[in-house]
């Protein structure tokens, strides 16, 4: 198992109507390097590493507890890059994140795109804790490794674990292992010619076959300007959608979720149009 080699745990509360990060802890290279306010009274939190990325045989635990009604979206300043071990190791890298929401709580958890360089392992677990009547839309995107480098899918291994519990009921579960070497040079098999893997996820009572429908004719629309994607809509078990998409090009990618983000909160939300600071 990889060493613990940085850290986030933090609470964030709403108090008088106002959403604060009450308090946090964070050991190097993690930190939180700013909070904002962004429209609507939401707080918006920027996660930095102060690290090149995640070196192989470290690990990074971040760990949010956000409290009822609390009204958040995180992020981070850029990709999350994984490192391969030294000559001769055979170290991994690891990155486990756990998301504790409250009743009512209304979380974005947008993330940076992940990017694992050439002979880089990593392992990743993200779980998800629900109250009733709790929000949560999270985005991934995942490239091949370094491609201006001539880096696509020399990476060891990808493996992914992502699980939703929603009062106590596991709604969602999601698991996926990638190892480029058992197939051809530069295919994924399951992918055919696709390099890039993207993920937008809306966990809410609002859910449902409706938006789903809505949703699938507004991405089809905006995908006919980038004819190499390809785009999926599908409701989850219970409470939730999942939106999923292959291309070749991380812009396109990045785009699409951000579009499907945008109908969503703006749908069910009657949130502004919003293009997060960077």
Same mark, same amino acid.
Request: contains cysteine; proline residues 5%.
């Given at each position: ?21 009450? /308090? ?33 045989? @470290? ?26 071990? /030294? ?6 890298? #690891? ?5 504790? %929401? ?22 990743? @677990? ?19 490794? /370094? ?25 969602? &579960?999601?698991? &996926? ?24 996820? %809306?966990?809410?009572?609002?859910? @449902? ?19 190499? %994607? ?18 070749? /090009?991380?812009? #396109? ?16 939300? @009657?949130? &502004? ?6």
């Amino acid at each position: 198992m990889s060493k613990v080699s940085g850290t986030i745990s933090a609470d964030i509360v709403c108090a008088n109507g106002s959403t604060q990060l009450r /308090r946090h802890a964070q050991t190097y290279p993690l930190k939180i390097a700013k909070t904002f306010p962004f429209p609507g009274n939401q707080l918006g939190i920027y996660v930095m590493d102060a690290s090149p990325g995640i070196m192989a045989g @470290d690990c990074y635990e971040l760990e949010w507890r956000i409290g009822e009604t609390a009204d958040v979206l995180i992020t981070n300043q850029s990709y999350t890059k994984v490192h391969p071990p /030294r000559d001769g190791e055979n170290a991994v890298s #690891e990155q486990r994140q756990r998301l504790h %929401l409250g009743k009512d709580a209304y979380v974005e958890y947008m993330p940076e795109p992940l990017m694992l360089y050439r002979d880089a392992t990593l392992i990743s @677990d993200t779980a998800v804790e629900m109250e009733r009547g709790s929000t949560l839309m999270l985005s991934e995107l995942t490239c091949p490794g /370094r491609t201006h480098r001539g880096e696509r899918f020399h990476y060891e291994k990808l493996r992914s674990r992502f699980t939703v519990a929603y009062d106590g009921e596991m709604i969602y &579960q999601a698991k &996926q292992q990638i190892v480029p070497k058992e197939g051809r040079v530069g295919v994924i098999p399951r992918w055919h010619s696709f390099t890039h893997l993207g993920m937008f996820y %809306l966990f809410s009572e609002r859910a @449902d076959a409706a938006v789903v429908e809505e949703l699938r004719q507004h991405l089809s629309e905006f995908a006919a300007k980038f004819p190499e %994607l390809y785009v999926g809509v599908s409701l989850t078990y219970r409470y939730g959608l999942a939106v999923f998409v292959l291309g070749r /090009r991380v812009f #396109e990618l990045q785009q699409l979720l951000h579009a499907a983000w945008l109908f969503v909160r703006q749908r069910l939300f @009657d949130r &502004q149009a919003f293009v997060i600071p960077k």
